[in-house]
C-alpha cells in the first residue's frame, strides 16, 4: 500500500514508531497532489514549502524525543473559508481575492499548532458555502474522484475529493445544510457534522450563522472521532459554542451496539429517492440489526416543509451577512469608480460575487423586506421550530436515525447548473439535521452500478456524537469498503 492509502490512526502509529518519517509523508501526498490535481482540482492555494519545512522541524522534535501533537504531522487539508493566518483565505470568490486572515480560526489553532497536523493548503467550495456541487466556485469546479464526468457534492467538495484521492490524510469542511455530509456520500469518504455548538465557528467565515457548523471529512469513522476530540470544547471568542464535557470519542467506538434503537423514518425513504441508493440503504440497516441493534418505524412528519424553511432562512442570514462585502469595509472593489457611492457598492457586488450568491442575497433580502418578512422569515422560523419538535419527539423513541445521505449518487457536471430548483431540492435529508441542530454522520454503504458510492447517514440526539460514531464504526467494520481508494478517471470503473 501507498502512505496515503493508510488511515490516519494507522499513520500515526508508524510514525510513531519511526517506520516512515513525517517528511516522508508529507511528499507522499504533494506527490499524489502531482498526480491528480490537474484532473481534480480540489486546491484553491497549496502551502508546499512551508508545510516540507514544517515536517522537518516536526521530524527534529520527534528525533529529540520532544511532544509533537496527537496528529503527528500528518497533512491536513482545509476549506477555502475557515481561516489560516497570513494564507489567502477567499470563500471561493472574486471578492476575497488575496485576503489573508491576520489570525486563525479555532479548529486551525487547535489541529496545527497544538495538536501538530501539517496544514498543506485551502481546497476548493463553492463561493461563500451556496452550492451542493462545488460548481459555483471563481475558480472552476472540482471533479469527482470516482468519476471525473461528476460532481464531487458541495460546498465542501475539494475537502472530501482531496480525502477519496488520497491527496490529503485529513481535512475540516463546514456543514450548513449538508455540506460536509453530501460531498462525504458522494466521494466515499466519512463526513461528521456536529451538534451545533459543539465545535467553536470562530474563524469561519459565516454564510447562515444559525445553522453552520465546522466539522470534518476523513476516510474512516475512527479518524473522525479523533479529530471531534480536538476539535470540540468551549471557545471565549465564539458565544455559542457550549461548555460541557468532551466525550472520548475514540474509546466509544468499539462497544456493542446490540442495545441500541434505531429509528427509521419513512419520509426519508419517499419519492424522489434513487432505487439503487435505498437498496443499498436498507441492506446496511439490515446490517445493523444483524449486529444486534433493534430498529423501529418513526415518522419526521414536516420533512415536506424543510427545504423551503432552511432556504428561506439560510438566505435571509447569508444577504444579512454578505451586506458588509461592498469593496469598502470588507473585499476587492471595482476597478471603474465613476458614479456615487451607491453604483460603486453595486458594481462591485454585481462584478465580484457569482450568479448563486447574488441570487441568494435578492432572494433573502426580498423575504426580510417590510412587506414579507412576516409572511416568509418569521413563518419559516415557526416551522423551523416544529422540524425541531419533530426530531424531539423521535429521539423519545429511539437512540438514532438511520436514513439516505442523499437521495442520488453524484450527478454529472453541469447537469442542474441552470436548474438551482433541483439542486435545492436534493438537500432535502441533509437539511432538517442544520434546522435542528443535531449532529449527523454520513459513511459510505455500498456503490451504484456505476460504482458511484452510496451515502449512509446516521442521526444523534443533541451532542449524542459519540452515539452516532459508535453505530458508524461498527457497521463500517462490518461493511468492509472505507479502504477503496477512488481511481481518478471517467466512467467510474
Known amino acids: 500500500m501507498k502512505l496515503y492509502e493508510f ?14 518519517s513525517i517528511l516522508e509523508l508529507a511528499e507522499t501526498c504533494f506527490e499524489r497532489i502531482e498526480e491528480t490535481e490537474l484532473i481534480l482540482h480540489s ?6 514549502e512551508k508545510a516540507l519545512e514544517e515536517a522537518k522541524s516536526l521530524d527534529k522534535d520527534l528525533k529529540e524525543d520532544k511532544k509533537i501533537g496527537r496528529l503527528y504531522g500528518l497533512p491536513l487539508a482545509n476549506k477555502d473559508l475557515i481561516c489560516v493566518k497570513n494564507f489567502p483565505t477567499t470563500c471561493g470568490s472574486k471578492i476575497l481575492h488575496d485576503y489573508h486572515p491576520p489570525y486563525n480560526a479555532f479548529v486551525i489553532d487547535r489541529l496545527v499548532k497544538h495538536e501538530g497536523a501539517i496544514h498543506i493548503g485551502n481546497t476548493n467550495m463553492d463561493e461563500f458555502a451556496m452550492g451542493s456541487s462545488t460548481e459555483n466556485s ?14 464531487p457534492g458541495g460546498s465542501s467538495g475539494g475537502s472530501a475529493a482531496s480525502i477519496a484521492s488520497g491527496q490529503a490524510i485529513l481535512s475540516l469542511g463546514s456543514d450548513t445544510g449538508g455540506s460536509i455530509r453530501c460531498p462525504a456520500a458522494f ?15 470562530y474563524g469561519l467565515v459565516a454564510f447562515a450563522n444559525s445553522l453552520d457548523q465546522i466539522g470534518t471529512i476523513t476516510k474512516c469513522v475512527y479518524d473522525s472521532a479523533l479529530m471531534l476530540e480536538i476539535i470540540s470544547g468551549k471557545d471565549l471568542l465564539d458565544s ?18 446490540d442495545k441500541k434503537i434505531i429509528g427509521v423514518p419513512m419520509e426519508f425513504f419517499g419519492e424522489g429517492i434513487d432505487n439503487e441508493v435505498e437498496s443499498a440503504v436498507r441492506k446496511a440497516i439490515d446490517k445493523l440489526e444483524r449486529l444486534g441493534a433493534k430498529t423501529i418505524d418513526i415518522s419526521i412528519p414536516h420533512l415536506e416543509y424543510t427545504v423551503a424553511t432552511y432556504y428561506l432562512l439560510c438566505m435571509s442570514e447569508a444577504s444579512s451577512n454578505l451586506a458588509r462585502y461592498d469593496g469598502l469595509r470588507y473585499g476587492n472593489m471595482s476597478d471603474n469608480l465613476s458614479g456615487d457611492v451607491y453604483d460603486v457598492f453595486s458594481r462591485t457586488r454585481g462584478e465580484k460575487f457569482g450568479p448563486e450568491v447574488r441570487r441568494r442575497i435578492f432572494l433573502g433580502t426580498f423575504a426580510l423586506s417590510a412587506g414579507y418578512y412576516n409572511m416568509f422569515y418569521i413563518k419559516a422560523l415557526k416551522v423551523r421550530s416544529l422540524i425541531k419538535n419533530d426530531f424531539v419527539e423521535a429521539f423519545k423513541k429511539c437512540d438514532s436515525i438511520v436514513c439516505p445521505t442523499m437521495p442520488s449518487t453524484a450527478f454529472q457536471i453541469g447537469e442542474f447548473i441552470d436548474d438551482p430548483l433541483q439542486m435545492y431540492i436534493a438537500d432535502i435529508l441533509t437539511c ?23 451515502g449512509f447517514q446516521i442521526i444523534g440526539d443533541y451532542f449524542d456524537e459519540k452515539g452516532i460514531l459508535n453505530i458508524g464504526y461498527q457497521l463500517e467494520q462490518d461493511l468492509n469498503i472505507y479502504r477503496k481508494i477512488a481511481p481518478v478517471t471517467k466512467g467510474g470503473k
Do not use: H, Q
Open 43 to 48: 486546491f484553491v492555494n497549496l502551502s508546499k
Open 240 to 257: 455559542t459554542s457550549v461548555d460541557m464535557k468532551i466525550d472520548n470519542y475514540t474509546e466509544e467506538l468499539k462497544k456493542p451496539i
Open 187 to 201: 466521494c466515499g469518504t466519512v463526513g461528521l457534522k456536529p451538534t451545533y455548538g459543539r465545535v467553536s465557528r
Open 432 to 454: 432538517p439535521v442544520n434546522l435542528a441542530g443535531i449532529p449527523a454522520l454520513s459513511i459510505p454503504c455500498g456503490f451504484d452500478s456505476n460504482d458511484l458510492p452510496i
Open 138 to 151: 471563481c475558480y472552476g469546479p472540482t471533479y469527482n474522484p470516482w468519476d471525473i464526468s461528476r460532481v
Open 7 to 20: 488511515m490516519a490512526y494507522e499513520l500515526i502509529e508508524k510514525i510513531r514508531n519511526k517506520e516512515i
